[in-house]
Antibody
Framework: EVQLVESGGGLVQPGRSLGLSCIASGFTFGDYTMSWVRQAPGKWLEWVGF??????????EYAASVNGRFTISRDDSKSIAYLQMNSLRTEDAAVYYC??????????????WGQGTLVTVSS | DIQMTQSPSSLSASVGDRVTITCRASQSISSYLNWYQQKPGKAPKLLIYAASNLQSGVPSRFSGSRSGTDFTLTISSLQPEDFATYYC?????????FGHGTKVEIK
């Protein structure tokens, strides 16, 4: 089955760190850009960042709100994408989704999403 | 960053109605615009890519169009399963952004 499964969410204190994982199955993980998108309770979707394919340097891009605090990485041998979140703030509390970035007609699309994992930031 | 402004933020409609949602980009994004549907407690689902192309498996009552920096998602005849929140997303730059969503509710 083609799917993404996130894990690692939970309760964390402000200023601390938390790491999320996204395990992919059913497709060739290394062929895709992998992205993270979050959604605060009752709010809209916010793009967090993505990591390109290894043959594109596995380079990363981040939203300004997380740049310098969050790091996305990937392990193609295990078909896993990671989101390391440092210096967490209360406003980082959200459901975090992992999404596959496919290219169709030269356009990036988020065509496969995980079920999300909840991160709560509170003292 | 490119800002994506969706309107309306919510609307009420009846089954069978024609529904139109608009997304305006703060600068030119060519046709690098995707639409997603999200139901409560669920992950988003890709509906339309490159402004007007229907994702495989999506019903043909959904369509998208572009006029300059204005993009439109149209549902030709609203069905019960279409009550959801719809988001636009630009991928023109490497810093992707989403609109703030349009919630389609039952009248």
């Amino acid at each position: 089955e083609v799917q993404l499964v996130e894990s690692g969410g939970g309760l964390v204190q402000p200023g601390r760190s938390l790491g999320l994982s996204c395990i992919a199955s059913g497709f060739t993980f290394g062929d895709y850009t992998m992205s993270w998108v979050r959604q605060a309770p009752g709010k809209w979707l916010e793009w967090v960042g993505f990591i390109r394919r290894k043959d594109h340097g596995a380079t990363t891009e981040y939203a300004a709100s997380v740049n310098g605090r969050f790091t996305i990485s990937r392990d193609d041998s295990k078909s896993i994408a990671y989101l390391q979140m440092n210096s967490l703030r209360t406003e980082d509390a959200a459901v975090y989704y992992c999404a596959r970035g496919g290219i169709t007609m030269g356009h990036f699309v988020l065509d496969l999403w995980g079920q999300g994992t909840l991160v709560t930031v509170s003292s | 960053d490119i800002q994506m402004t969706q309107s309306p933020s919510s609307l009420s409609a009846s089954v069978g109605d024609r529904v139109t949602i608009t997304c305006r980009a703060s600068q030119s994004i060519s046709s690098y615009l995707n639409w997603y549907q999200q139901k409560p407690g669920k992950a988003p689902k890709l509906l339309i890519y490159a402004a007007s192309n229907l994702q495989s498996g999506v019903p043909s009552r959904f369509s998208g169009s572009r006029s300059g920096t204005d993009f439109t998602l149209t549902i030709s005849s609203l069905q019960p399963e279409d009550f959801a929140t719809y988001y636009c997303q630009q991928s023109f730059t490497t810093l992707w952004t989403f609109g703030h969503g349009t919630k389609v509710e039952i009248k």
